[in-house]
DNA sequence: TTGACATATGAGACCGGTCTCAAATACGTT
DNA sequence: AACGTATTTGAGACCGGTCTCATATGTCAA
């Protein structure tokens, strides 16, 4: 009962030491490899066993070159899309016997540079990150030429050749618009939490995210194959959490000529929407449609049910661990891009614009 | 631009050859520790700018025998209020310059104690476990025996003397229970997500969480004080995702005696409950009254918005980090429980029950 | 000029595994 | 019995850092 907490830990050299072999032989037995006699087996495991031997995986990774660990940079993982897609990536690794790191990088260029950083200093043996600028992305060539592999999630970045697994989110805008341009709308908003101090859309230079720029772009191509002129004058950016949500979506709503549908970029952005149309009395869909991109949970229990375009974000961690995986144990062809499915799913947040 | 991927990465010897001085001197430069003139310095920094070197923690680690990091278990990234929690865990980690690794056990008992044996042979300084059940501690206890500090988060072990965070759910769901009884309620159900193949509450031995069996005590508790005869009786475990939620929900509310007020032990159980209600055609809170635990960002925009009590995840996850970094590094003093509050926000889901 | 003391530096052991290589032992065959 | 081959084993180098210790150099006072 006097055990002390042991403060050095058993090696393999106290189990070789105390199974009466050499410590070649126990690492061969406890590392299964190379060839041991059964009786050698014996003799080890019942030793490990008895000393509670646990392997150092610092010291074994150190001469392998192998961590059988993947880094993974997020966004945020409050957002439950991440959430999903973590979870997705979490279970690809386990069935290969791979470990995750996680890093949030709370959508900020600078701490993804450090978290890459600390990440190939662990010696991960591959990452997943979801680049939060398109701009800054020194740190993610950096990964390429140290050799390790990289993919990226959710979003992509131009000029870097790398796996990505991303959603069709150009198509999805474009079918999402043209499904409230079909109900009849001609004022739509798309509203984004993107960084920006100005809310009005100028141009592609104020677009840090790729994801945003496809979904901008699917927007205006629907818009002017409706015919409507300047599709982009209802955008707005950086309606993130910061309380500015609230503002602008409000300004948006009471100037005059107010779009009649909006196009949320995520479910916070939807959530703040909603929020700020029940503060103004407007109701939905009477007053005005809304469509949401991601199914949260939440979506389905209000009143009304809002329109949403799903995506699959466990599949897109699953399949992005799957791929850097493959690259870290397998062959290295050329990069891909994967690009997944949505799916819009119809409720009732979206009817005929109001008369004006 | 013929510069191929390297397979060797530059090591600190490298650099001391480049620079001209011994391996010993440029460890002490870029490891910040021992002396070295300032011209040394100075030659040492231009070579490893100019290799592009950067240390190999695991060689860093393993020496030093600090890894710098910290191993989180905890039950399932999907949910939002462990999103918060990580994330709290995440930023105080930052701050005090760790990393952390994640694993995620689904409050699966086996592979939380998979989780726990991979972080411990990662050699990472300590951890932080959500446990997935009371039962199952052998892991537990191992940690402990390692020498390694351990904080549980949200929930305890009983006969596991180490730290611990947790909400004052006993106090939470007395309170609670007393809200819907000084409405008028008199048949008040609790329901929870706990694995059980028997959905009927018969005692402790069922109950692997102590916050469930927390929350348990706080609704007796309150019920035997207002003189209610068999609190327990509408008390209904394993209303889990797998859909069984929605059949056990429906057959209690369909019973001649069903009650009329329900106290939802998570966010997730009490979307179920919402889904299901509105399918039975029953309204909230005419029909029945309903408080859920967790403040979920949808809670407030449903029809009718729904009594929650708020607990602080985010707080319980950096204070949970915040303590076992001071352990790791710090004095070891004795074990200590943390409870933070949790708080009532009252909405418009309760109101007196029907007259039946 | 010399001794005392601080500062700077290099050689080499060490952490706990893996892995190469050569020696030892076992086994089968003629 | 003798030889060839396969299997098992141990010694020791190695991974890339840290750290101890002894030596070299510099500074200042006597």
Redesign the interface.
């Known amino acids: 009962m006097m055990?002390k907490?042991?403060?050095r830990?058993v090696t393999i050299s106290d189990v070789a030491q105390s199974a009466g072999v050499s410590k070649a032989t126990a690492a061969r037995v406890l590392g299964s490899y190379g060839t041991a006699s059964p009786d050698a087996k014996e003799k080890v495991r019942d030793a490990a066993k008895k000393l509670?031997y646990?392997?150092?995986?610092?010291?074994r990774?150190?001469t392998t070159g192998r961590?059988k660990?993947i880094g993974v940079v997020v966004g945020?993982?409050?957002?439950?899309y991440f959430?999903?897609a973590?979870?997705g990536i979490?279970?690809a690794a386990r069935a290969a016997g791979f470990?995750?790191?996680?890093?949030?990088s709370g959508e900020n260029a600078a701490k993804e540079k450090t978290a890459v950083?600390?990440l190939?200093?662990?010696?991960v043996d591959g990452l997943i990150v979801t680049p939060a600028s398109v701009f800054e992305t020194q740190h993610l060539h950096d990964i390429?030429?140290?050799?390790r592999p990289l993919v990226l999630l959710d979003r992509t970045v131009p000029g870097l050749d790398v796996d990505a697994v991303v959603t069709d989110d150009r198509h999805a805008a474009e079918a999402a618009t043209k499904t409230l341009i079909d109900a009849g709308h001609r004022r739509i908003s798309y509203i984004t939490a993107t960084e920006s101090e100005d809310p009005i859309y100028r141009g592609p230079h104020q677009i840090s995210l790729s994801t945003v720029m496809e979904r901008i772009e699917g927007v205006m191509a629907a818009g002017r194959a409706a015919g409507i002129e300047q599709p982009e004058r209802y955008i707005r950016l950086g309606a993130g959490r910061g309380g500015m949500g609230d503002k602008i979506i409000a300004d948006l709503l009471q100037q005059t000529q107010r779009p009649t549908a909006i196009l949320a970029s995520d479910n916070v952005v939807a959530?703040e929407v909603?929020?700020t149309l029940?503060r103004l009395g407007m109701s939905i869909p009477g007053d005005l449609s809304l469509i949401a991109f991601h199914d949260?949970?939440?979506t389905?229990?209000?009143?009304p049910p809002i329109t949403v375009i799903a995506q699959p974000a466990y599949d897109l961690g699953f399949e992005s661990a799957q791929i850097l995986i493959r690259r870290i144990t397998g062959t290295g062809d050329v990069a891909s891009r994967r690009v997944l499915a949505t799916k819009l799913i119809t409720r009732q947040s979206v009817a005929a614009p109001p008369k004006l």
């Open positions: 055990k907490a042991s403060k830990l509670g646990q392997a150092n995986e610092l010291a990774s150190m961590s660990t945020d993982i409050e957002n439950q959430g999903q973590v979870r979490s279970d470990d995750v790191i996680l890093a949030n950083r600390v190939l200093g662990k010696r390429q030429r140290s050799g959530l909603f929020k029940r949260a949970d939440w389905s229990v209000t009143s």
